[in-house]
């Protein structure tokens, strides 16, 4: 993954590190060279003396361009990894795997590694190694002009030290990253809170911050304690190793110095193998570096598995051959990502059908529905209600094909949504926790438009027709006019906007893609952080507004919902009830109920509706 | 400067002196071990020295050194890392709960919305542990300071021409202090896209995002924008290494001119046998290795560098959380029972950044024992409102009263002691359920209270339902992401909210900031029963119920309506009267009752 992030730089590095390692040769070679055409009185002492300069200079200079081409590769590397890792989670049609808290664990680990001291310092230390490992070399080619056999034993007593101590790394590793990462989360958890904007105010009010911080230290000491005893556990290994290297290194001494003392090699000769020895220390025990190269190879490969594990390759669009990645955008064309709504660019309305629908969530043994058949044909306008856990938001993330019903269909103008993106664009939906993106409010407002790319003017002309239809003049007005001015106070210039001026920003987004070709408009409690004046605006132009397009409405305020042409009640055992407002008050049941008793806080606060409702229904 | 960085390295050690001394001896057994492998110049010039005159004792010696280098070295470094990364993974955490524990005690929420603030957070929060990795970087500190000493001490000893070759240290030191500006310059400067890029990252894994993002069809842009924002997050990094990179050549190079030099020289004496071979042979050891003084210095100052830029984020952060506990000296205990009631006079409040007041020139009184509920339009301050009252944001003008004491003069921790609320974006608390709803009424040992008052605050917030529904009980534990965790939908988060907001038994101050949003029509109303009989209960301490909402069917069994525009009181008295005088409120409540109609 890597070589992928940039040959030229990888190339590069290779061949800086090479150089690096022919330098420490020349260095270690021609200074014993030199020692001895000095010993000789020789002349070469200046040549040898030269070449030995060479090899002190150069090797520097390549370990300060080995760290620049590495921090270089770093910006490389993180946007592949960072990337490679957003399109597993992208990838799959729906979110199950999202609202799985295994995966989504194991989606956040690795993030939180990318972005962490170690993934930002990943390639940084892969080429430290990599160059430790050049240098090493170098000493043991000097070593090995002498005695290939005292080169071989040398590196075998360095070879035992580094994998005995990469063993005990190994177990740190473990730890650190595998295991125990629940607790470990737990206690991330509860680190975050005091410095979340969101908990600020709670926090305070309650005087949580002691006992939040107690329990992290709780939570986090319950974490570690396991980890520190297989660590000591892992350390005796690792002593033992280095002592082992220890004995097989005074071997390689005594040798030479014995070879030397009976002169079957030269003073210089000495000289050479010594400082060959020295060098070769490269190879043996590396310290944080080779953990953090480690590192960056575990998690290369858990972004692999990670991706495998979601039906995608190791490679950026998840192919590895230019015929295979030619021939995914072929179909990426016809059914892939973000692909456009199958309908022609004007909009025309869609048909919904849930056709004998039992859905049963993965976690849970209930089914949310049994049977449940709901038809609605297109243009039509159905709100939808039901108390609290009832399988409102299940119904929609149906319609958005983000699960698959166990058996039964859902058909969007008889297209499968759970089956490709084209399909499922036929829906625009507002989710009740709709999301606030750090970006500017055309983008906040155009997303449906963004992938398709096409020309800024026309998406600007769609997104200020979106927000008007939402009654968002006033949040216009809040970035004055500006509509490249990011929501989101942290940023220079960024501004932050009330919950009822975000809410309309999720509307107009759902009605770009609306304008973008989607067929059915589903606003799961769109007005619940609306003031009476914003809420009356919206439903003033609610008709106009969703006059081309199938609109399914979600709410608890049933004077929002009575806007709907027709009312379908939903109970633990499906469709409970299904008419007109003016219906449903007439024939009495749970919806006439609720309405009455939302109307009768009216009543009881002296403008008696009741009566006039009463008066009108009977 | 230097006593400001002193100061810094001193906090380090000194927490880490308190969590473990054996393992802060131990860390720095590894800079001992590293004194030997410096020596080893020294040992290979009695080898020579040894071999040219044949002697046995100077051999032995200078072998025996380098055996002990490398036997002891080792088995030095494994212990001294052992120490260091169980320290390291000690002190990160004890200065995390520091940083959590300086944000989450600042008196108000001023910080949070501090531009400046949150981004030096960022860079702490960003990496767990951030400051045990600056202990690390302590060590590797001494560790690259170990190598010089001993080096030049070894050159003193072959020759002292070889101490020539310090001058050059000079630019050394003059680059290497500008590579410290150019990394924090690196590390200010990539914030921003940092922050978005992260933000990005985490809506690919939200669910909500993720279903938003599919039905949009905008994975791929998405996808596109973290890639350019990733990119652009570790540019300024890639730029200040290549630019230390050209500075660290140039300084290579003429050093490596100068010690030529000097070689040649001592080779030219060497000849003539003023200096020995040993000598000659420790000069070509030393000479590689006083190049790495440089280097060594360089490392140095690099891990000084890190470690001093994360502590003084750190400090920063310190600073600031004295300072904004300083603006707060307020200690006068709440009183037990409020008798007159809670006044604003003449208050006015801007938010941080702001171009325009938030309230403006508020004259209120809210009196000892009533219901009020506070209506008015999205951004007309009814938020805020309850904000200043709790001391959450100071006023910019005016002053809030308790009764007659000034809110400025009571510790903000014993008011809000006596305070008690729900907010529409309430805190979705993952932890037990026990813990989320408890927190509301941590007694003076921070303990959580025990089941049945627990129980009693769920009856209290209709939503003894919510607690049957789920597996274990008060033990279950909320949120999907923990194994066996528990997904909870949106009324049923917000009604454990409210839960939490009655666990304090009669508060001096209830405020209910649109509590019910996300509730069905059924719950809302037996909220509402309920909430009139908490009010009674609060009341009899003379508390003040403080209920904000834009139903306005809640507003008329409350004592008292506060109808906000703008940002100023519009209108104030009872349903009734407001009715009456067919103002504001009349029409408002008009609009909203015709949907009923």
């Known amino acids: 993954m890597m070589w992928r992030s940039s040959p030229p730089l990888v190339l590069t590095l290779l061949a800086v590190i090479a150089v690096r390692g022919s330098s420490i040769w020349l260095m270690v070679h021609a200074s014993g060279q030199a020692l001895d055409a000095l010993t000789q009185h020789s002349d070469r002492v200046w040549f040898w003396l030269a070449m030995t300069g060479i090899g002190v200079g150069l090797e520097p200079l390549a370990e300060s361009w080995q760290a620049a081409g590495a921090v270089a590769l770093q910006r490389r590397f993180t946007r592949q990894q960072v990337v490679l890792l957003a399109e597993g989670a992208n990838a799959p049609h729906g979110i199950e795997h999202l609202e799985t808290p295994q995966t989504r664990a194991r989606f956040n680990e690795i993030e939180n590694y990318l972005r962490g001291m170690f993934g930002v310092n990943a390639m940084y230390s892969v080429w430290m190694v990599l160059g430790y490992a050049a240098v090493g070399i170098g000493g043991l080619v000097a070593v090995a002009q002498w005695s290939w056999l005292a080169a071989l034993w040398t590196l075998i007593a360095f070879r035992i030290l580094h994998a005995t101590w990469t063993g005990y790394l190994d177990v740190l590793l473990r730890d650190l990253v595998e295991e125990g990462s629940v607790e470990r989360r737990q206690a991330d958890y509860l680190r975050a809170l005091p410095l979340e904007r969101g908990a600020g105010k709670e926090l305070r009010l309650f005087g949580m911050t002691p006992w939040v911080l107690r329990r992290y230290a709780e939570v986090w000491t319950l974490a570690f304690t396991g980890i520190w005893q297989r660590r000591n556990r892992a350390v005796r290994g690792a002593i033992v190793g280095a002592f082992v290297t220890a004995l097989m290194l005074i071997g390689t001494y005594v040798w030479v110095g014995h070879a030397a003392w009976t002169g079957s090699l030269a003073v210089g000769g000495a000289v050479t193998v010594l400082q060959g020895v020295m060098q070769m220390a490269a190879l043996g025990a590396l310290g944080d570096i080779n953990v953090q190269a480690i590192r960056a190879r575990f998690y290369e490969n858990e972004i692999r598995r990670l991706r495998a594990d979601h039906g995608l390759g190791p490679n950026p669009g998840g192919l590895s051959s230019r015929e295979e990645r030619a021939a995914y955008r072929n179909r990426e064309r016809e059914s892939g990502l973000d692909t456009r709504p199958r309908a022609s660019a004007a909009t025309r309305p869609a048909r919904v059908d849930f056709t004998d629908v039992t859905f049963t969530y993965a976690s849970r043994t209930e089914p949310v529905f049994r049977h449940l058949d709901l038809h609605i044909p297109a243009g039509q306008s159905v709100a939808i209600v039901g108390v609290n856990g009832v399988g409102k938001s299940t119904l929609i993330k149906l319609l958005c094909g983000l699960y698959r019903p166990d058996t039964g269909t859902v058909r969007v103008d008889g297209q499968d949504p759970a089956a490709d993106d084209a399909s499922r664009r036929r829906v625009a939906t507002i989710f009740q926790d709709f999301t606030r993106y750090h970006l500017s409010l055309e983008a906040n407002v155009a997303l449906p438009l963004l992938a398709d790319g096409g020309d800024a003017d026309a998406r600007r002309h769609t997104a200020d027709q979106a927000l008007y239809d939402a009654a968002g003049a006033d949040v216009l007005s809040r970035v004055d006019g500006d509509w490249d001015t990011i929501l989101e106070p942290g940023y220079a210039g960024g501004t932050d906007l009330s919950g009822g001026q975000w809410q309309r920003v999720a509307l107009a987004r759902a009605l770009t893609a609306v304008a973008a070709g989607a067929g059915v408009l589903v606003l799961d409690e769109p007005t619940a952080a609306l003031d009476v004046r914003a809420e009356a605006q919206i439903f003033s132009r609610f008709l106009e507004v969703t006059s081309g397009v199938t609109t399914i409405l979600v709410s608890h305020r049933l004077s929002s919902v009575r806007h709907a042409e027709r009312i379908v009640v939903l109970g633990p055992g499906g469709v409970v009830q299904d008419g007109s407002h003016d219906e449903l008050l007439t024939s009495g049941g749970p919806y006439a109920d609720m309405f009455r008793l939302q109307a009768a806080r009216f009543a009881a606060a002296g403008a008696s509706p009741i009566d006039e409702m009463a008066g009108e229904t009977s | ?597």
């Open chain 2, 1 to 597: 400067m230097i006593r400001y960085h002193w100061q810094s390295v001193v906090l380090i050690l000194r927490t880490s002196w308190r969590i473990s001394r054996s393992a802060t001896v131990i860390a720095f057994l590894e800079a001992a071990g590293r004194i030997f492998q410096y020596l080893r110049p020294l040992f290979l010039g009695l080898v020579v020295t040894g071999l040219a005159a044949h002697r046995l004792t100077p051999l032995v010696l200078g072998i025996g050194g380098m055996i002990f280098t490398e036997a002891f070295g080792f088995i030095l470094g494994i212990c001294g890392v052992q120490a260091r990364i169980g320290l390291n993974e000690r002190i990160g955490q004890h200065f995390d709960a520091e940083v959590a524990r300086i944000s989450g005690t600042a008196p108000t929420l001023d910080h949070l919305q501090d531009p400046q603030y949150r981004d030096q957070m960022h860079a702490l929060r960003e990496r767990m542990g951030t400051l045990g990795m600056a202990y690390n970087s302590l060590i590797n500190a001494v560790n690259n300071l170990v190598a010089p000493i001993t080096t030049i001490a070894v050159a003193v000893g072959a020759d002292l021409r070889l101490l020539l070759l310090l001058l050059i240290g000079a630019p050394a030191s003059w680059w290497a202090r500008s590579t410290m500006r150019w990394e924090q310059e690196a590390e200010d400067e990539s914030a921003t896209a940092g922050r978005r890029s992260k933000h990005f990252a985490d809506l690919t894994t939200d669910p909500v995002a993720a279903s938003e993002l599919r039905v949009f069809g905008a994975r791929n842009a998405l996808l596109r924008l973290l890639g350019r924002e990733a990119y652009e997050w570790r540019m300024p990094f890639a730029r200040a290494e290549a630019r230390g990179a050209a500075f660290s050549s140039a300084v290579t190079v003429l050093y490596v001119a100068a010690a030529m030099g000097i070689l040649v020289w001592m080779a030219h004496d060497t000849l003539h046998g003023s200096v020995s071979p040993g000598q000659f042979a420790t000069g070509i050891l030393v000479v590689g290795q006083l190049r790495d003084v440089v280097g060594s210095l360089q490392s140095t100052v690099h891990f000084l560098g890190q470690m001093l830029r994360t502590v003084k984020r750190y400090r920063w952060l310190e600073e600031y959380g004295e300072t904004a506990r300083a603006a707060h000296p307020g200690t006068r205990p709440a009183p037990d029972a409020l008798r007159d009631g809670l006044t604003l006079q003449d208050v006015s409040f801007r938010y941080p950044g702001a171009d325009r007041d938030a309230l403006r020139h508020i004259d209120l009184h809210l009196p000892a024992g009533e219901v009020v509920a506070v209506v008015g339009e999205n951004g007309a301050g009814k938020s805020t409102l309850i904000g200043l009252l709790t001391g959450m944001y100071d006023v910019s003008g005016g002053k809030v009263l308790v009764d007659s004491i000034d809110l400025q003069d009571l510790s903000l921790d014993d008011w809000r002691d006596h305070c008690a609320g729900a907010f529409q974006d309430h805190l979705k608390l993952e932890l037990s359920a026990r813990e989320a709803i408890g927190v509301g009424g941590l007694d003076a040992a921070d303990q959580i209270p025990d089941d049945i008052r627990l129980l009693d605050a769920l009856d209290d917030a209709a939503a003894s339902d919510v607690l049957a529904a789920l597996p274990d009980g008060l033990d279950t534990r909320l949120g999907p992401s923990w194994p066996g965790g528990v997904d909870l939908s949106g009324g049923q988060w917000q009604r454990l909210a409210i839960g939490r907001a009655m666990v304090r038994r009669s508060p001096l101050l209830l405020v209910l900031d649109e509590p019910t949003s996300a509730l069905d029509p059924a719950t809302e109303h037996a909220l509402f029963d309920r909430y009139a009989a908490a009010a009674k209960e609060t009341s009899r301490a003379g508390g003040v119920t403080l209920i904000v909402t834009h139903r306005f069917s809640t507003v008329a069994s409350a004592d008292r309506v506060i109808v906000l525009a703008d940002g100023a009181v519009a209108e104030q008295g009872t349903h009734e009267e407001l009715m009456a005088a067919g103002g504001h409120y009349a029409e408002l409540y008009g609009l909203q009752a015709a949907g009923y109609r």
